[in-house]
């Protein structure tokens, strides 16, 4: 008799997406989200069919840094229509509540929510889909790793010892869960004033670099703290997209090259 055996329970693959990749932080506030929104839109304009999925469920940035609105449409009640920003097909959590509407949720009810927003979204074919993770080493990033086939990990650190330190945690997390790192990327690297020019250290410079060379994963990039950065991100045009001859969307252009 043959007894039926239960599907082995590893990491799945999504239909229609070629790679998965997380973009990861230890700590808040370092710029991942900025980094994974102009990853996503210049490998938008290297011709990739990219998805973005905003995954920090507590702080969704997504919509208003890619100025993503509305509501997705599920026709069927089943599949949910991702919103479209700059070339990149985008879901997030944060056009499920309102702006400034706290998710209070326990961790069983985050996970379903991943996994919805990963099998239930209509993604289409995609080159790649770009995940933007919650900081730190929580629920979601358990839930990502152990049930979905990630290809690698960005982690984002700025230079000052208390961001890597939690940026080691993370990446220490990805190795356990058997996640390649695809590198580091150091954020607000140096200040760059936009009067004169100046450029000065202010979290220091160069920790991201020795931190990556310590733990044997390659430096992507080194992106500056700069006024324009920010005031594109609030915009809902990602520096990329607003300013393509500046420093700053090359820099990120040769991130997404090398992906
Ligand atoms: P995280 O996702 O790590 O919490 P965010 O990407 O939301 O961080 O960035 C936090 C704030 O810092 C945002 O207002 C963003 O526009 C700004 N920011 C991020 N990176 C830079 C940068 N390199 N230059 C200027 N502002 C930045």
């Excluded at 929510?113 to 979204?121: F, S």
């Excluded at 839930?143 to 990446?171: C, E, H, W, Y």
């Amino acid at each position: 008799l043959k007894a039926k055996r239960p599907a082995p329970q590893g990491p799945q693959k999504v239909p229609g997406i070629g790679h998965i990749i997380a973009v990861a932080s230890g700590k808040g506030g370092v710029g991942k989200s900025t980094i994974a929104a102009n990853l996503a839109v210049a490998l938008a304009a290297e011709g990739r069919r990219v998805g973005l999925l905003d995954a920090d469920v507590y702080g969704p940035s997504q919509p208003r840094m890619l100025g993503a609105k509305g509501r997705p449409a599920s026709p069927d009640g089943k599949t949910i229509l991702p919103l479209q920003a700059h070339g990149v097909t985008v879901m997030s959590m944060g056009f499920m509540t309102e702006e400034g509407q706290a998710v209070v949720w326990r961790g069983p009810m985050l996970m379903s929510a991943l996994q919805q927003m990963m099998l239930q979204v209509d993604w289409g074919e995609l080159d790649i889909l770009i995940v933007d993770l919650p900081p730190g080493t929580g629920d979601v990033q358990l839930t990502l790793t152990q049930k979905f086939a990630i290809d690698g990990a960005v982690i984002v650190s700025t230079p000052q010892d208390v961001a890597l330190l939690d940026a080691r945690k993370g990446i220490d997390m990805f190795r356990q869960m058997k996640t390649p790192i695809l590198g580091m990327i150091e954020n607000m690297s140096t200040h760059i004033c936009s009067n004169c020019g100046h450029e000065e250290h202010v979290f220091g410079h160069g920790g991201v670099s020795a931190e990556a060379a310590k733990l044997g994963v390659p430096l992507l990039a080194e992106i500056p703290l700069h006024l324009e950065i920010r005031l594109a991100s609030d915009g809902g045009t990602p520096v990329v997209t607003a300013q393509p001859d500046s420093p700053q969307a090359a820099a990120f252009r040769k991130v997404a090259r090398a992906l």
